[in-house]
């Protein structure tokens, strides 16, 4: 693959209340609609060759807005299991165990009951391994926990030295001999967007 683009789902309810989603199947809200609509016409202008998502509604939701109704769907590509902290505010948890919260934002340890992080690191560098002898540019929608995971494996950038990404996001890699990021985090919801098409 020459790039590899990958874009976080749009905005669930989940998402806006602060509410761990983990492997839990929501859908998309109308703002996580509008998102992935406005992200649409960016995503024209990289024209990637082909698609992936995750296996959760949101993802193929998000996939279909972005004008990918048949991205093939893997899922390996999903969220990691966030175990006992799926459907935890964040904010009664880190109130209740910040270190630990941390440390899981930081991908150092796993929820209770959790994906262990090098099962999670695993699963997703097989998902990686699977598309790297295709040509082309390639499009995943994906999670925000794997978005952390691939940067880590692909350019050795933790996740405690990435901010997390917003829904409704791109982030694109060179994935040439030496990978590079290209993009990060780039929305254009609430952008006036204009297109030529």
């Known amino acids: 693959m020459r790039r590899l683009l990958l874009v976080r789902h749009g905005e669930t309810a989940w998402n806006a209340a602060k509410i761990l989603q983990g492997q839990a199947d929501i859908e998309l809200s109308e703002r996580g609609r509008a998102q992935a609509l406005a992200l649409a016409p960016v995503l024209r ?5 082909e698609a992936w998502t995750s296996d959760l509604q949101r ?7 972005l004008g990918w109704p048949a991205a093939t769907v893997d899922a390996r590509w999903r969220e990691a299991d966030l175990g006992d902290w799926t459907s935890r505010d964040v904010y ?4 209740q165990e910040p270190a630990r919260y941390q440390r899981w934002r930081d991908g150092i340890e796993a929820p209770p009951g ?8 695993q699963r997703v560098g097989a998902a990686i391994d699977a598309l790297r002898a295709r040509d082309g540019d390639l499009l995943v929608i994906t999670h925000g926990g794997v978005i952390r995971a691939v940067l880590a494996q692909t350019l050795a950038l933790t996740s405690d030295r990435v901010v997390a990404v917003e829904p409704g996001s791109l982030t694109a890699i060179d994935m040439s001999a030496s990978p590079r990021l290209l993009a990060f985090n780039l929305t254009a919801f609430g952008l006036d ?4 098409d």
Request: charged content about 20%; hydrophobic content about 35%; aromatic content about 8%.
């Open 193 to 196: 967007v204009q297109t030529t």
């Open 45 to 49: 202008h990289w024209a990637p060759d």
């Open 114 to 121: 959790g994906e262990s992080m090098p099962d999670f690191r």
């Open 59 to 65: 993802t193929r939701q998000t996939a279909a807005l």
């Open 92 to 95: 009664d948890l880190t109130a």
